[in-house]
């Protein structure tokens, strides 16, 4: 429910325009699934070896000392996690102003308001109890099912109708722009940006039932059928626009319904607007609980790390994280964002990937319920005594 949030509504447009051609902008998005799952199961096998919340915050702090762990937790603070939300609440106010303003761009004021509104509201939702941020949770993510089904569909039926000229070979690999490797790096940031949220479970490793099963089992499951998902709507977009279509467009969820849905084409803009407004609010919930596993370690002040006594949610993190976001929203320029914070987000994904092979070197005896290993090795290895990364007797 984390991953597909506003990336795939969004990042198809800044994909393409640095891809330079569809063919490639497809390949980015498999590859950077192929990326992705791998460092899914890399934070698997961390996750069970260090079960703590937390994430790679209590990853790299176990691993490279308290520093690391301190400079990778304030960097999320005041960067990574303030401008994730800042993107999907940008998201969330285009696709609801865009039909007020067909034939325009929405006024940058209305739409910082309304990010700002929709953080608000979300974060009281968080503060006032945990059932209600989960249950929102699971209403919302009806409606980014119902996106992307009625997206991946519709492509199919265009393509059943012979509508596929830019997914043949001899079109699918024209230039749209001259190729240059500086700006497919930037399609592989700006694809990576849909699939954030893979290591979201890491930041509530403690709460999970069973980590040591659920854990490998929801990247198993989840990873392949979001990489398929995000393909097939990335190829159902080029069936009923050109690359000059969906390139001007700034919301290109909203321009496909136009074309193929007719007088059903409001029910596109709701749907990516109740997908958009369940993204921050999952955001919001596992950025807290970073912000509260930091105070716990005496890396952040000690209020964040207070937790409201009949409640049981942690107020003060949840202020924190909106008011950071909240001074995010300076800029509306949604893509500048994505590279700004996906950049800064592969730099510690390879940092933390990084303390998985120093902690082998370090403890090869160590028994892992999890154990990341090529071929014809299992994955996961069966359970034994040490769930909690004791080395083996």
Known sequence: GNIIGSGIFVSPKGVLENAGSVGLALL????????????????????????????????????????AGFLRLWIAVLVIYPTNQAVIALTFANYVLHPLFPTCL??????????????????????????WATRVQDVFTAG????????????IVQICKGHYYWLEPRHAFEAL????????????LQGSFAYGGWNFLNYVTEELVDPYRNLP???????????????????????????????????????????????????????????????????LFTSSRLFFAGAREGHLPSLLAMIHVRRCTPIPAL?????????????????????????????????????????????????RPIKVSPPPNPLPAPHGPAHRGEPAP
């Open 217 to 283: 089992r929801a990247i198993f499951i989840s990873i392949p059928l979001v990489t398929f998902v995000y393909v097939f709507a990335n190829v159902a977009y080029v069936t009923a626009m050109s690359p000059q279509e969906l390139l001007a467009s700034n919301a290109v969820a909203v321009t496909f319904g136009e074309k193929l849905l007719g007088v059903m084409a409001w029910v596109m803009p709701i749907s990516v607007a109740l997908s958009t407004f369940g993204g921050v609010n999952g955001s």
């Open 144 to 155: 980014k099912l119902l996106a992307l089904a009625l997206i991946i569909v519709m492509g």
């Open 177 to 188: 722009a001259p190729l240059d490797v500086g700006t497919v790096a930037l399609a592989f």
């Open 28 to 67: 980015v998005w498999v590859i950077t699934g192929l990326i992705t799952a791998v460092g899914a199961l890399c934070y698997a096998e961390l996750g069970v070896t260090i079960p703590k919340s937390g994430g790679d915050y209590c990853y790299v702090k176990d691993i490279f000392g308290g520093l």
């Open 106 to 131: 929405a006024p940058e004021g209305g739409l910082r308001l309304l990010a700002g509104v929709c953080l608000l509201l979300l974060t009281w939702v968080n503060c006032a109890s945990v059932r």
């Open 319 to 367: 202020l924190f994280t909106c008011l950071s976001t909240l001074l995010m929203l300076v800029t509306s320029d949604i893509y500048t964002l994505i590279n700004y914070v996906g950049f800064i987000n592969y730099l510690f994904y390879g940092v933390t990937v990084a303390g998985q092979i120093v902690l082998r070197w370090r403890q090869p005896h160590m028994v």
